[in-house]
């Protein structure tokens, strides 16, 4: 039977498979060559937590526009935020604000985005975590409609050009979809549904939108991502040998992803081909518990959230060599 097969009936008669739990099967690395323009950071020195800080399972990066990385944490405070050196700044934001954080995204204003999968709601933030914006019912799940403005377990957020919102819902299978929301927070559109064929999603886990307002999304289980147009017309699907768990857009041409509990950082090029390849399942430097949210700084450095090992691992960027 094949490898693909196999895990689409493990889906089907195991929907604990679609939350985020450890997969039954054997862990899947890509098939790729060593990412080798890149080396795992000493994890315990970059970034540098506090030593009195407790360890949290941390869900979410992103880079603030002056270079700043900030890090989601599922405990209290939930935001920290370091230097371009990786010295810890603060923690900041309310203890209560968030009750299961899994997503996050910065603007170029700097305001965050987050999602939290357990109260159902994607929230607008300034730089000090101060409530700007609200979408869901907190607390309340189900199908989005005029008169039920509900989510069912965001994951994810994007904007596009216009400043038009969207959102990946379904961590735990149910209801995944892309659902469109216009600058001010109105409803406009969703689609998708819980599958295997085009369009369609088991866990719509990640969503990133490039300079021509393409939205990609990590379908995570079904181990590929999906590119749609901001009507939610799929144009094109990229499928890949492990699970696609975080996405990344960076200026330098390429894309960036993470294989969750397969444990790798990838950089992919435009077409889908995945380049090369670094890290593994374990917990040892440049490995994963689960590889779970991806950003990077201009640089090229990335960072990634391991909710699992409870850290932040970095991979520094190697400068090409200028020597004849």
């Not at 819902?169 to 998708?192: A, C, D, T, Y």
Request: proline content about 5%; some cysteine.
């Amino acid at each position: 039977m094949k490898r693909t097969t196999l895990i689409c009936l493990l889906l089907i008669l195991l929907p604990s498979l679609a939350e985020a739990q450890r997969p039954i099967r054997p862990l899947l690395p890509l098939r790729a060559y060593t990412l080798q323009d890149y080396i795992a950071v000493d994890y315990r020195e970059t970034p540098a937590f506090p030593a009195d800080m407790e360890a949290a399972s941390y869900a979410g990066v992103g880079m603030t526009p002056g270079g700043n990385l900030i890090v989601l944490s599922r405990s209290a405070p939930p935001f920290l935020e370091f230097d371009s050196e990786g010295n810890f700044v603060r923690g900041f934001g309310a203890d209560d604000l968030l009750t299961r954080a899994h997503g996050m995204a910065i603007d170029p204003s700097g305001n965050m985005w987050v999602t939290d999968v357990t109260d159902h709601v994607v929230m607008k933030l300034d730089k000090d975590a101060n409530v700007l914006m609200t979408l869901g019912t907190k607390g309340e799940a189900g199908e989005w409609s005029a008169a039920t403005p509900v989510f069912n377990e965001p994951n994810d957020v994007a904007l596009d050009s216009q400043g038009n919102i969207y959102v990946a819902q379904g961590h735990g299978g149910n209801m995944p979809r892309v659902l469109k929301f216009s600058p001010s927070g109105e409803f406009i559109k969703q689609w998708g549904s819980r599958g295997y064929g085009p369009g369609q999603f088991v866990a719509a886990h990640a969503i990133e939108i490039d300079a021509d307002d393409v939205l990609y999304v990590a379908d995570r289980e079904n181990m590929r991502i999906q590119r749609f147009d901001t009507e939610g017309n799929l144009l094109r699907e990229w499928k890949f040998d492990a699970m696609v768990c975080a996405i990344f857009l960076h200026e330098d041409g390429h894309m960036y992803i993470t294989t969750g509990f397969d444990g790798e950082f990838a950089k992919v090029d435009m077409d889908g081909n995945v380049l090369g390849a670094i890290g593994s399942p374990g917990t040892g430097n440049g490995q994963f518990g689960e590889a779970h949210a991806l950003t990077m700084d201009a640089a090229g450095n990335a960072y990634i959230a391991d909710v699992i090992n409870r850290r932040v691992q970095k991979f520094a960027k190697i400068p090409v060599s200028t020597n004849e």
